[in-house]
């Protein structure tokens, strides 16, 4: 007999009830029973940081957390970025960074980002601007094997200056 | 033709690519769903040499929502098998499900299908399997010995392939007069290509249109049709690949895996549609590896540091059998053919092997030996210098091809168009010093810490069309692609080819060339690729070929539409074609400015009103070209530098510049994004990466734990400086260049590297250099001094 779970939980401000297998991890839940297939799974043992969503308002990688421990939780995924139709400024930032080329990793670097600005670390400690070393170093969480990362760290960087005062996003030609 | 305004052709025009992306919109194979979806999963060899006995499927067959278990007899022994047409070459089936023995920990033995994912994993773990393992053949050195095992029975001391690609009777001579002879033995270790998605591939049968339908993640849809058709016995026709959405490629996927048959031959059995999606430690393991190879080189050299001639025998381990459709030469032939690079080579012989071992199967990892025989070159010129007392770029600047030596006939047969290879290295150079890179690594020298910085030139040769490839002698030659441009009713643009974008920006770039052409916003042009029944037979994305071959067959056709529409407002207006421009959407009669009408206006009456229109410019405006060219050299020079904490070992990538030439650049944005993505992988090789086995052939590196690949604190930014030289052998004067970045950097880094120990007589030849290498070395391990090991192995 499969071990059965209900499982109450809100995706981008959603419900949804469903019942799933104990051993079923988030990612899988969201992406196959819930239709959430913009959540990737680039290593299923929680080192690439494909799968990342924002669980509870902390980025965790999906592949590691079962469906039935999102019971009760509230998820954000990237389905939930945009605004209907419209990028969000980290996602156009990206854009504007080419910070993506194939595009398979970026949906876990968006949510890994968005969690990391949406806690307000839009500045160091003392106030001054996010730096070039600690954008590296949150990116440095996931695994991207197109980009060599800088349009990402310009991109996050770029977020951070933007959405603390500074100048637009999009400011800066890419590259 | 030829006076269009090139308008699109060389801006940073944002990707049509992002927005999907971005939005969680992309559709990867794993992404997508059928009504009564089943779920592959293989049961693989867990020894690296093994005979096969029984194969007890029973207790997998019975468990619930278990739909079919099949092994090599069950689907009659199909394999796929590629050829090159050389006496020199060994023929290595490979079986879609291994029978008698498997040769590789990972090898597909069985493949269950089951309702679910999950449920197929437990289901294959219930296969029993009758092993009698064999002694592994792990490493070049044993696979030639006498009593090595052998892989394969016909492939006598495991050699797949031999060639003797060039030789001179003079050099000898030229060494034994040389005032200086340095060499070494130059080691690169196995990698593994890494795309973030992993393999993967659904297939169903379409009883309305009489095919299987295979959704694969692939660079080369094509190719993978050519392949599973040649494995089942059926038509081409029976099988429609596409590629939708693919999350990386790097050479792993333009080669033809044994688990995309084995999913399509259990859909046409079950009639029901199935999916495999490869797990990691599949894809570190099963899937397929490159780059292991060993160079046993040496070069002569006069008292001014020019080189006098060259002598290399190539090993290459290339795994346990040949892929499809390059054949195992692909790394060996490759490396022999292209050693000299960017340099002036009186004399060469070169002899490079395919060695067949107990591991994973070589693909064509993105560089395909360039990586090591530009390491090799750019190790040689350092020594050279170091013997002869000299500059090591000034070494490199007497021996590089000038600017008023193209086109370049070398030593090799080849032909060099045009490039810049003295030009990019003293802009490289130039750039250096105006930075103070110098003053850096000195004031880090003074911290305690040892600093180096080390440069790489090189060429890629890319693009290579049926002309160039014929030479390999493969049963199935690449290199030609065909574009079909159409104009719909509307104005709007229609491109199909059979490049297989997968990252690269082909949406935005192709659409910048066919905008140009037409006169049209590139938001108007439509890249459909990757679907075998869209495009006509092209040889998908790959060896840096599809701006150029791609492109190059899009701008072609799209000029001949151009041509049409042309015509039809010439005829409208009263004028002569050839005074119609098209621009911004809009044909006009040059030098009258009243004198227009719309694009889309042309299309409508085009298509709506034919009767208007002399009868041969009615019916459509369409084109069809196909391209097949010689091939093109970019070139490039990287600059290092790597800082090394003497405690630990740790070494750390500092700076990083590259000056390349890609010809016309299409859109700076991706080439820039090409390059800083190259240039991570090829840092990554000579710092971090490693395929590791122990003794038995178990694979050591089977997580992203224990494999490492390079995350953002291990890069620092690229800088990048472009030379713009056109090639004559492209229709857009764009030359490949999305090898380049990977080619380049594991030379620079390992001289930058040697650079940083320059005071001491330890030198590295090998990739990756890992901490323990330099703590042992500077402990005072054996290394021996540079140049001591001239000649080795003669």
Redesign the interface.
């Known amino acids: 007999m499969k071990d059965m779970h209900a499982v109450r939980v809100t995706v981008n401000g959603r419900g949804h009830e469903l019942v799933v297998?104990a051993?079923?991890t988030l990612a899988d839940m969201l992406?196959?029973d819930l239709g959430?297939?913009?959540?990737?799974?680039?290593?299923?043992?929680g080192?690439?940081g494909?799968c990342t969503v924002i669980l509870d308002g902390q980025p965790a990688r999906s592949c590691l957390v079962f469906g039935v421990q999102a019971d009760g939780a509230q998820v954000r995924?990237?389905?939930g970025?945009?605004d209907g139709e419209r990028?969000s400024d980290l996602?156009q930032a990206?854009?504007?960074h080419?910070a993506?080329?194939?595009?398979?990793?970026?949906?876990g670097f968006?949510m890994l980002a968005e969690a990391y600005l949406a806690e307000a670390h839009l500045t160091g400690a003392g106030g001054e601007p996010l730096t070039e070393e600690q954008a590296?170093?949150l990116?440095?969480?996931?695994?991207?094997?197109?980009?060599?990362?800088?349009?990402?760290?310009e991109a996050i960087l770029a977020t951070a200056r933007a959405r603390a005062g500074g100048n637009g996003a999009a400011e800066g030609?890419?590259? | 033709m030829g006076h269009q305004v090139r308008q699109w052709v060389g801006a940073a025009v944002p990707r049509k690519e992002d927005r999907r992306m971005l939005l969680g919109r992309g559709r990867f194979v794993a992404d997508l769903d059928r009504p009564g979806l089943l779920h592959a999963a293989f049961v693989r060899s867990p020894h690296a040499h093994t005979a096969i006995g029984a194969v007890d499927t029973e207790a997998a067959a019975g468990l619930a929502g278990v739909h079919g278990v099949f092994t090599a007899g069950s689907l009659g022994h199909p394999y796929l098998l590629a050829l090159l047409e050389r006496d020199e070459f060994v023929p290595t089936p490979m079986p879609i499900l291994a029978g008698d023995v498997a040769r590789f920990v990972g090898e597909p033995v069985a493949v269950v299908v089951a309702e679910d994912p999950y449920l197929a994993e437990d289901a294959a773990e219930l296969v029993e399997v009758d092993w009698d393992p064999r002694p592994p053949v792990t490493s070049i050195e044993a696979a030639g010995s006498r009593d090595a095992p052998r892989l394969h029975e016909q492939a006598a001391r495991n050699s797949m392939v031999d060639l003797l690609m060039f030789d001179d009777d003079d050099l000898p001579a030229i060494f034994a007069a040389a005032a200086a002879t340095v060499g070494g033995t130059f080691e690169s270790a196995r990698v593994a290509a890494l795309p973030l998605e992993g393999r993967a591939c659904l297939a169903g049968w379409d009883d309305r249109d009489d095919q299987l339908v295979m959704h694969v993640s692939t660079q080369v849809p094509h190719q993978v049709r050519s392949g599973v058709a040649q494995a089942l016995g059926v038509p081409e026709r029976t099988i429609r690949v596409i590629a939708p959405d693919v999350g990386g490629g790097f050479g792993l996927k333009c080669v033809v895996g044994r688990e995309e048959v084995a999913v399509a031959a259990a859909a046409l059995r079950l009639r029901r549609p199935v999916r495999w999606a490869e797990d990691r430690q599949e894809n570190l393991t099963a899937a397929f590896h490159g780059h292991e190879q060993r160079y046993r080189a040496r070069a002569a050299f006069d008292s001014d540091g020019r080189l006098l001639g060259l002598d290399a025998e190539i090993d290459c381990d290339t795994g346990a059998y040949s892929v499809f459709p390059f054949t195992c030469a692909v790394e060996p032939l490759m490396a022999a053919t292209e050693l000299p690079g960017v340099y002036k080579v009186p004399a060469y012989r070169a002899r490079a092997r395919a060695i067949a071992t107990n591991k994973a199967p070589a693909a064509p990892y993105r560089g395909v030996s360039r990586p090591q025989i530009v390491l090799v070159m750019e190790r040689l010129m350092e020594k050279a210098a170091e013997a002869l007392g000299l500059d090591p770029v000034e070494v490199r600047r007497r021996n590089l091809i000038g600017a008023g030596e193209f086109p370049y006939r070398g030593v090799n047969g080849i032909t060099y168009d045009e490039g810049s290879y003295a030009e990019a290295l003293d802009l490289a150079e130039r750039t250096v010093r105006d930075k103070a890179w110098d003053a850096e690594r000195d004031a880090v020298r003074g911290t305690g810490d040892r600093a180096g910085i080390g440069y790489a030139c090189f060429s890629e040769r890319t693009a290579y069309g049926t002309p160039t490839m014929s030479q390999r002698r493969m049963r199935m030659t690449p290199g030609y692609d065909t574009a079909l441009v159409r104009m719909d009713p509307t104005g709007e643009v229609i491109v199909t080819t059979g490049t297989c974008g997968h990252g690269q920006g082909h949406e935005t770039t192709f659409a910048q060339i066919v905008a140009d052409s037409l006169g049209v916003h590139p938001n108007q042009v439509k890249l459909r690729q990757g679907d075998t029944d869209l495009a006509s037979y092209g040889w998908g994305t790959w060896g840096s070929r599809s701006v150029v071959i791609g492109g190059g067959a899009a701008r072609r056709a799209a000029d001949a539409v151009a041509s049409q529409l042309r015509q039809v407002a010439g005829s409208l207006l009263e004028a002569s074609p050839a005074d119609v421009e098209l621009a911004d959407g809009t044909a006009r009669i040059r030098g009258d400015a009243s004198a227009a009408i719309p694009i889309g206006e042309l299309a409508r009456i085009v298509h709506f009103q034919a009767h208007r229109l002399a009868e041969d410019l009615r019916y459509g405006l369409e084109a069809r070209v196909t391209y097949d060219p010689p091939g093109t050299f970019s070139n490039a020079c990287h600059a290092a530098m790597v800082v090394i904490d003497p405690g630990t070992g740790a070494i750390r990538l500092h700076r990083y510049l590259v000056v390349e030439d890609c010809g016309v650049v299409i859109n700076p944005m991706v080439v820039d994004g090409q390059v800083r993505g190259g240039v991570a992988q090829g840092a990554a090789a000579a710092l971090l990466e490693c395929v590791r086995f122990d003794a038995e052939g178990q694979p050591l590196s089977a997580t992203l734990m224990d494999y490492l690949a390079p995350t953002a604190a291990e890069m620092c930014p690229v800088d990048i400086l472009h030379l713009q030289t056109p090639s004559r052998f492209s229709e857009t004067g764009a030359k490949g260049m999305g090898e380049g970045g990977t080619i380049g950097a594991p030379a620079a880094v390992l001289n930058a590297i040697n650079d940083a120990l320059a005071d001491t007589n330890i030198r590295f030849d090998h990739i990756p250099v890992l901490p323990q290498d330099v703590t042992a070395a500077l402990r005072g391990s054996a290394v021996p001094p540079a140049g001591s090991r001239a000649g080795a192995g003669r």
């Open positions: 297998e051993r079923r992406r196959h959430y297939t913009g959540t990737h799974l680039g290593c299923e043992h080192i690439c494909a995924t990237v389905e970025l945009a990028l996602q990206f854009s504007d080419h993506l080329q194939c595009g398979f990793c970026t949906p968006l590296r170093e990116a440095a969480a996931n695994l991207c094997r197109c980009t060599g990362y800088q349009g990402i760290v030609s890419p590259a």
